[in-house]
């Protein structure tokens, strides 16, 4: 394990060069690998398992279109692809990517074949964390591993099919074999991680649910939509608002910053954004701070996890989803937004 200094702060980390994709072959080489749950991290981690070489099986429900899209990846009915109890029964790792709310309904059939020595391995630390919610208590004698990448399973595919790879963090919660450092450092190699990070489960859940309601996703989404409804209440039309709120962000200077720093950014805009934006983040910040601290009470004391469990464990709860994401499709700002993309010279 690689010791590496961040701004001032060192930390264990492991690197392809210390840890290659040839000694996560031979770690797992005796082992068959079940992926259950074909949904967005199932397809991403199964298939650069399998194109790194490693003896993969994916388990999934039969009736449903995830069944359909794993056969048309490639997956052979009664070979590689199976009902999700016969995939748990021949797999020595289980790696269980269904929903967190699905993991909780279908715990009882994956215990059942958590025999001795195998392992079992989370891309998530929500199931173990609040266990009291959950009910997921795995079974003292077999390992207990966790492989977060850092992005959408979709991101993981696209970016091992060029070349790259999206860094995750990875846990143990129970070593019962002595080797869940070596499978579970392998399996991330496997999946097509960049640099591995150390955590652990309660860190993880803890840090992805701010994260993700955060800057990641809530909170970079209602800040863009207050600046376009500004513009907008001021009389500036739907290009101008779009192009100025959103689309310079991801075009133009969110590239920036993502090769060379915000730094980086600052100095390749006038000294007029320069002086602004330095002036005005500390308002920004100032404003958003207590919510960041209200999100993270909300995650630490279980709210949010128990808000997720109730709602996505309602059987009509996709169709709910659906019905917020086609209203967010449809709304002015992301109906400019369609516009605007097909409006790329590269798009024409
Ligand atoms: N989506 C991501 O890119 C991402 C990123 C990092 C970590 N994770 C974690 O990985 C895990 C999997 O997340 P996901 O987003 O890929 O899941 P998902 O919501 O896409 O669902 C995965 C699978 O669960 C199955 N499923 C749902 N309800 C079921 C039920 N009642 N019975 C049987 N199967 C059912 C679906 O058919 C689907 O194949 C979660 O722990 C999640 O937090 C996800
Ligand atoms: C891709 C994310 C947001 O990082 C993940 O945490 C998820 O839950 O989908
Ligand atoms: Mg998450
Ligand atoms: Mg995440």
Redesign the pocket.
């Known amino acids: 394990m690689a010791k590496m200094n961040f701004g001032g702060v060192e930390e264990n980390v492991v690197t392809r060069d210390e840890f290659p994709l040839s000694k996560a072959l031979e770690t797992l080489k005796n082992e068959t690998i079940a992926v259950i ?6 397809p ?1 981690q199964s298939l650069n398992l399998r194109d790194n070489g490693f003896n993969v099986i994916v388990g ?2 039969k009736e ?1 279109k ?1 069944w359909d899209k794993a056969v048309a990846d490639g997956w052979v009915p009664g070979e590689t692809l199976f009902e ?1 109890e016969e995939a748990c029964q021949r797999g020595t790792i289980i790696q ?8 909780i ?2 715990w009882p059939t994956v215990k059942r074949h958590l025999t001795p020595g195998k392992a079992l391995y ?3 630390g ?2 173990i964390t609040y266990k009291e919610r959950t009910g997921i208590i795995p079974p003292a004698d077999v390992d207990v591993i966790l492989v ?2 850092k ?4 991101s ?1 595919r696209k970016m091992f099919l060029e070349g790259r790879g999206l860094n995750s963090s990875y846990a143990i919660f129970q070593d019962a074999t002595g080797k869940a450092y070596d499978r579970v450092v392998a399996l991330g190699i496997g999946v097509g991680s960049g640099y591995l990070f150390e955590t652990d489960f309660k860190r993880e859940v803890y840090s ?1 649910l701010t994260g993700e309601r955060g800057t990641l996703m809530g909170a970079i989404q209602g800040l863009l939509l207050a600046q376009y409804e500004v513009l907008r209440e001021n009389g500036h039309t739907p290009s101008e608002a779009f192009n100025e709120t959103v689309e310079e962000l991801t075009q133009s200077l969110m590239p920036l910053f993502a090769e060379k720093g915000m730094d980086w950014m600052y100095a390749n805009c006038s000294t007029t954004a320069q002086r602004g934006a330095l002036d005005w983040m500390g308002p920004f910040h100032d404003a958003t701070k207590p919510v960041f601290e209200k999100l993270y009470k909300e995650v630490a004391n279980g709210n949010e996890a128990q808000r997720s469990i109730d709602s996505n464990s309602q059987p009509d709860y996709r169709e709910k989803l659906e019905a917020e994401l086609t209203a967010l499709r449809e709304s002015e700002m992301w109906q400019t937004g369609a516009v605007v993309r097909k409006l790329r010279p590269e798009n024409n």
């Open positions: 749950g074909y949904g967005v991290q199932g991403g999934q429900r449903s995830s999700i269980y990517l269904l929903s967190d709310a699905a993991q309904a279908l989370f891309s998530h929500f199931g977060a990448p992005g959408s399973g979709t993981l992805d």
